[in-house]
Each structure stands twice: as structure tokens, then as C-alpha cells.
């Protein structure tokens, strides 16, 4: 599997954005997925996943604020971020074919990941 992860940008806080990750050479439709983004001296979190049945998990720090959703038909996982804050500026990246595990809010990535794409929420 290869992603592509596109959608990022600079945006005033308050404002929205919403990431994409295109996947390719993979049975996108039969695997859980996640969203992760990462500062500069601190390790990768999870935003958000979503399995195959599309359930969902998210990061406490962005639930109510933040949507992930898949589309089998295009292969493509999103991430619709509204009411962006500062602290959400980040490194997001995408991850395809994981363990999801809904009951215990657990996300478990696996390789490759992308280049990710840079979000940067000015207050």
C-alpha cells in the first residue's frame, strides 16, 4: 500500500480544513485506517480511526471538532477538521491497513507511511 496525504494548509484558528489521503495497491475497503499528525520533538498521536464497518475513534482533544470518513469507491480517507485551534498545528499523516480496535480506542499502524502534509492553525 502507498498513501498520498494532500488538504493541508495555514488557516486562522477557528477555521477548517479537510485532509485527504489517496491509497493505492491495496484492498482499501477490507482495512482499518488512521489519522496521526506529529509536532517536532514529540512523538506521532492518533486523531482519529475508523474500521471497516466505519466505526470510529478520536483523540479526546479533537472530538466534536473533527470528522474522519472513508470512501471506498475512491480509495481516499478524510479527515474534515472544523474549529481549528493553535494547538492542532501539526504534521498530519495518514495510515492504511492497521489493526482497529474500537472497544479499546486503539488504533494499530502499520508501515508505509506517507510524507504527510502540514497543518498550521494561527491564533
Known amino acids: 500500500v502507498r498513501v498520498t496525504e494532500s488538504g493541508g494548509g495555514l488557516v486562522q484558528a477557528g477555521e477548517s480544513l479537510r485532509l485527504s489521503c489517496t491509497a493505492t495497491?491495496?484492498?482499501?475497503?477490507?482495512?482499518?485506517m488512521g489519522w496521526y499528525r506529529q509536532v517536532p520533538g514529540s512523538q506521532r498521536e492518533l486523531v482519529a480511526a475508523?474500521?471497516?464497518?466505519?466505526?470510529?475513534v478520536y483523540a479526546d482533544s479533537v472530538k466534536g471538532r473533527f470528522t474522519i470518513s472513508r470512501d471506498n469507491a475512491k480509495s481516499t480517507l478524510y479527515l474534515q477538521m472544523n474549529s481549528l485551534k493553535p494547538e492542532d498545528t501539526a504534521v498530519y499523516y495518514c495510515?492504511?491497513?492497521?489493526?482497529?480496535?474500537?472497544?479499546?480506542?486503539?488504533?494499530?499502524?502499520?508501515?508505509?507511511w506517507g510524507q504527510g502534509t502540514q497543518v498550521t492553525v494561527h491564533s
Open positions: 495497491g491495496g484492498t482499501f475497503s477490507r482495512v482499518g
Open positions: 495510515n492504511v491497513g492497521g489493526t482497529f480496535v474500537p472497544a479499546a480506542g486503539r488504533y494499530y499502524p502499520v508501515p508505509p
Open positions: 475508523i474500521g471497516i464497518g466505519s466505526s470510529t
